[in-house]
């Protein structure tokens, strides 16, 4: 998957965390499934260490209480692609062809 494929999964991932928001109370119960959930996701998303790492903040931020408005899953792809810039396998090959 390219880079700018994860970017609008990120996105969209960290929307769909953010609709807790929308039905007052059912947003802690539904936190409760989606936390290891988002983990688990972010590890298939993003591998390696940063993954692990991710996926645990993730798991923590969907399980506290007041802190799901961080935006995880975006957070972790900015570090990967612009901070750290990290290519994967793929975007090496396309440059050299």
Do not use: Q, R
């Amino acid at each position: 998957m390219n880079k700018y494929k994860k970017l609008i999964l990120s996105l969209i991932l960290d929307a769909l965390g953010y609709v807790s928001f929308i039905i007052p109370g059912f947003g802690e119960l539904s936190d409760i499934v989606w936390a290891p959930l988002s983990a688990w996701l972010m590890t298939k998303l993003y591998k390696g260490k940063t993954g692990k790492v991710a996926a645990g903040i993730s798991f923590l931020e969907e399980a506290l209480p007041g802190v799901d408005v961080i935006p995880t899953f975006t957070l972790t792809w900015l570090y990967t692609y612009v901070f750290t810039n990290k290519e994967t396998t793929e975007d090496i090959k396309k440059k050299a062809t």
